[in-house]
């Protein structure tokens, strides 16, 4: 007998086929994009993991960077170094491999009569940090070798379709020099191809790097043969580093080993440096960061769309077990135990379930996967060397949504079981009578909004759990809505000036003196290093000429203040702003005074105010404070005009290094354009699964009164009168709803942004008043889009047959 239930079962879910396909599609979606994500992070992170070995294929990625911030070592002073850290070596477990160094310079290219900011490497043919030539098509050449020759990299290639024998032309400070194209590769700098201090990738003639013989650097630059101001550290083996986005060290010796440097170095007379390990070189951990945050991300992913599958789940198998009743109450009278009647309202959902995953996990080894891959390729521009994943993300993920479906049919396979025969005979489980207190307080209202209070509550358990229906439907929407809108804000770039001009030391009065030529306005850049007293990760510090906010527009770099106030120039203690990221992190606040370290200097400040909107960790001080501790007066110029600036080519020879805010406009609208395709596909299916799960949860509502509004109707009732009822409900319905949509998803995406955020990547959820609307609205407009539905249902009831059953 059980097996009858069971099969009528199944034959009333193949009645509702368009509910039955919108079901497994959620389920499959949600498997397809977790075995997508989980493939993407898998094979991405095998890929990093061999690219950075010492072996042939590798580039023996170094383990400590040691940088001169204020300027370039000669080789008599890098060759004591590298002895220095030999003598120091205070590990008798992690054993010093090589110490090489390097020199790293800004300065621009020239292509098609256009320049661009770029960064040049000396590299010859060394140990550390090799250019990458992978086996694919993107490389091919070899090592510049000769002082006029180059290795551009491949993003650069790419975008400016340059090729091997090409000639570009080259500026780092001392005058334009032309270099040959022997080869197109990689370098670990610039796996994420983005300018220094940036997170956008860089669009295509914005931004160049070039690998060149340490001679050929040399050259270009006018400077001594050996010089340096990078110092590259390789360890044998590949030792555990100090994460960014956990709480634990997991590299407590390499950190004793960095600690101990930089003490060592520190003592040295007019030495200044910044040392770090791996988590400080901003590709390796943005890269980094971003897998991680993949890994984390695809179980909530698929967990989310499941649940969703699992509410639709549910309300149809409530809903068949209303239909259903005196089928039950029959079975239960004839002696059917009741675990036989549950067996088929748990055996649906996994036949459902189960074959949503079946699907899913096709599409997504198959199609999704491959596909996240190959936009990695179009947006990082890395070659994908490894086309396989671990089987071990399909177990992961198809056991989230078996586990989810399964859940969802307990209840109504309970409740089936616990169906009372002469209740269900009697019609009593279709009757729920409001309490007298509600009677009492809705009987001096008007006759149609007193039915439609009652009705609305009668069954506070099923009215609450239809709140929670609606407004987990927008979830999936909602949190995306929420995300990209404050990621845009973030990754805008600063509308206060039109150029950043970056220059060698003392070199801003020939920028200002073309500045006054030009009649275009100026302010004065200091950026520095930074770092916490006694930990490696590091601060991008900012020397700013006006420290303003954004409102004032007093300031070509205006800062948004949270909370405290902008800092006094030259305080007893210096006075700075620190980001809410760093408060997050090192839980600083205002009026603390802290120990920081610019190079080797320690430093107290006072924070006086909060500043948001950064993604990096990031500290304002006054310029003339900053210049006064570093012994460096600026960085870089800031430029504005009311009319469009143009960038000749006395400026350009002025500078090491120009970027435009029209630049990053465009590298911004790039990858925005990129991911349009991707947003607005997960927009349109949060739409889908929501009207889904509304469509549902509402029909169900309707449904369950069918009985009440009969009786209503037999009464005499007028339709329009039953209509403004309805309307009125699902009003109430919706605007409830709708409140829950938007805290549950400010809640998913706050949830999804802790997964990833880390102290190299932060930023908050701070919800708009038009997001809130466009959530709650849409809740609204499809709840009162379906009561011409009810309607309809009122309109065709069958009252002879209704009144059979009152009668009975």
Same mark, same amino acid.
């Given at each position: ?640 005009? *009311?009319?469009? =600036? &143009? +960038? ?7 500078? $090491?290094?120009? %970027?435009?805010?029209?630049?990053? !406009? ?103 008043? *038009?997001?809130? =609307? &466009? +959530? ?7 709840? $009162?889009?379906? %009561?011409?539905?009810?309607?309809? !249902? ?15």
């Amino acid at each position: 007998m059980s097996m009858l239930l069971t099969k009528r079962l199944m034959r009333s879910l193949w009645r509702t086929k368009l509910r039955l396909f919108a079901v497994v599609m959620m389920v499959t979606i949600g498997v397809f994009a977790g075995i997508s994500f989980g493939m993407y992070a898998n094979v991405i992170t095998d890929m990093y993991d061999e690219t950075y070995l010492d072996d042939e294929d590798g580039v023996n990625l170094p383990d400590i960077w040691i940088k001169n911030p204020v300027g370039n070592w000669n080789q008599t002073t890098s060759d004591s170094l590298c002895k220095l850290i030999e003598e120091e070596w205070s590990s008798n477990t992690l054993k010093l491999e090589n110490c090489e160094s390097r020199l790293i310079l800004s300065g621009l290219m020239y292509h098609a009569n256009e320049s661009m900011s770029a960064i040049w490497h000396g590299i010859d043919e060394g140990n550390i940090d090799r250019v990458w030539f992978p086996k694919h098509d993107c490389c091919s050449g070899r090592l510049a070798e000769s002082a006029d020759e180059i290795v551009i990299d491949y993003h650069v290639a790419k975008g400016l379709e340059i090729q091997l024998n090409d000639t570009v032309s080259l500026i780092a400070g001392h005058g334009k020099v032309d270099y040959n194209v022997v080869g197109i590769g990689l370098h670990s700098n610039h796996f994420y191809f983005a300018e220094p201090g940036s997170i956008i990738p860089a669009e295509a003639g914005t931004f160049a790097t070039g690998y060149l013989s340490a001679e050929g650097l040399e050259k270009l630059a006018n400077v001594s043969s050996g010089t340096s101001n990078t110092i590259l550290v390789d360890i044998k083996g590949t030792p555990s580093y100090n994460l960014l986005s956990t709480d634990k060290n997991e590299g407590p010796e390499l950190e004793s080993i960095i600690q101990n440097l930089t003490l060592s170095l520190g003592n040295l007379e007019d030495i200044s440096v910044i040392i770090h390990d791996r988590s400080g070189q901003e590709s390796v951990e943005f890269l980094r960061a971003d897998v991680e945050g993949a890994k984390k991300t695809y179980p909530y992913v698929t967990g989310m769309i499941v649940v969703i599958a699992g509410v639709t789940i549910f309300l149809s198998l409530q809903r068949l077990i209303q239909s259903q009743a005196k089928e039950i109450a029959v079975l239960r009278t004839l002696g059917i135990p009741r675990a036989s009647i549950m067996q088929g309202y748990i055996i649906a959902p996994l036949v459902i379930g189960g074959f949503g995953s079946l699907i899913g996990v096709l599409l997504g080894w198959y199609v999704g996967g491959p596909g996240m891959l190959g936009f990695y390729e179009e947006i990082i521009g890395l070659p994908i060397l490894l086309d396989t994943a671990s089987s071990s993300i399909i177990f992961e993920n198809v056991i989230i949504a078996m586990i989810i479906v399964f859940f969802s049919g307990i209840r109504p396979a309970w409740q089936a079981s616990r169906l009372q025969p002469l209740e269900v005979f009697r019609g009593k489980n279709e009757i729920r009578i409001s309490s007298r207190s509600i009677q009492k307080l809705t009987a001096k209202l008007p006759a149609t909004l007193g039915l439609t209070i009652r009705s609305s509550i009668r069954k506070p358990i099923r009215l609450a759990f239809t709140f929670f229906a609606l407004g987990l439907s927008m979830v999936l929407f909602g949190t995306m809505l929420m995300m990209m809108g404050s990621m845009e804000d973030i990754f805008s770039p600063n509308d206060g000036y039109d150029a950043q001009i970056f220059i060698p030391p003392d070199g801003e009065e020939e920028i200002i003196n073309w500045a006054n030529t030009n009649n275009v306005e100026y302010e004065l850049l200091l950026q520095y290093p930074g770092t916490p007293q006694g930990d490696n990760r590091q601060f991008l510090i900012y020397g700013l000429d006006k420290i303003e906010t954004k409102e004032s527009q007093l300031s070509m770099m205006g800062i948004d203040l949270k909370d405290g106030e902008l800092p006094i120039i030259s305080s007893e203690v210096f006075q700075v702003l620190i980001d809410e990221g760093t408060v997050e992190f090192l839980d600083w606040n205002i009026g603390d005074q802290e120990t920081i370290m610019l190079g080797s200097t320690q430093l107290k400040v006072e924070i006086s105010g909060i500043t948001k909107g950064e993604m990096q960790r990031t500290i304002y001080f006054h310029r003339a404070d900053l210049s006064q501790i570093v012994g460096i007066n600026t960085t870089s110029v800031l430029l504005s005009s *009311s009319e469009d =600036i &143009t +960038i000749d080519s006395e400026l350009e020879e002025l500078s $090491i290094g120009i %970027t435009t805010t029209e630049d990053l !406009r465009k590298s911004m609208d790039t990858i925005m354009e990129q991911q349009q395709g991707i947003l607005y596909s997960m927009n349109a299916l949060g739409l889908l699964m929501a009207f889904a799960v509304l469509f549902n949860t509402l029909v169900m509502n309707i449904a369950e009164r069918d009985f009440e509004l009969s009786t209503l109707r037999v009464l005499g009732a007028p339709i329009n009168k039953l209509g403004v009822m309805l309307l009125g409900e699902h009003l109430f319905i919706g605007f409830i709803g709708g409140i829950i949509a938007c805290f549950a998803s400010l809640f998913m995406a706050n949830l999804m942004i802790e997964s990833f955020v880390q102290w190299a990547f932060y930023f908050t959820i701070e919800p708009t008043f *038009s997001q809130i =609307i &466009t +959530i709650g609205g849409i809740v609204v407009g499809m709840a $009162i889009a379906l %009561t011409p539905l009810g309607m309809w !249902r009122i309109y065709k009831m069958n009252l002879i047959e209704k009144i059979k059953d009152i009668s009975q």
